[in-house]
């Protein structure tokens, strides 16, 4: 299972922390861990690369496989809002996987 944990510090989302495999299907033709890893990199490509912020990016390619990424502190009300509203967006598209695969997505929201 993919579990992704979203942290949060009062009303904002500071990072997440996603890890294991979905177990949808054989490494390779599994559809959910691929649209999870396709949302997440496209998230990480937008603030790191288009946006030129300095999230940090931790990958882990161990038995069991984890990423975890954390946005920086003190952004310009322009860039908070646009960063929120992309974290919120990997939010809504995750929990919408996990009611599409239970078994294969947990999402949660911790502080």
Known sequence: ??????????????????????????????????AVTSAIRYL?????DVLGLAASVRVREAETPSIAFRLPGGLSPELEETTQALMAGLMVYLSQ???EYPDSVEVYEEA
């Open 1 to 34: 299972m993919t579990t992704v944990r979203f942290r949060t510090d009062r009303d904002r989302i500071t990072g997440f922390t996603c890890q294991g495999h979905s177990g949808h299907a054989e490494a390779g033709r599994d559809i959910v861990c691929a």
């Open 44 to 48: 990480e490509a937008t603030v790191n």
């Open 97 to 99: 996987l996990h009611s």
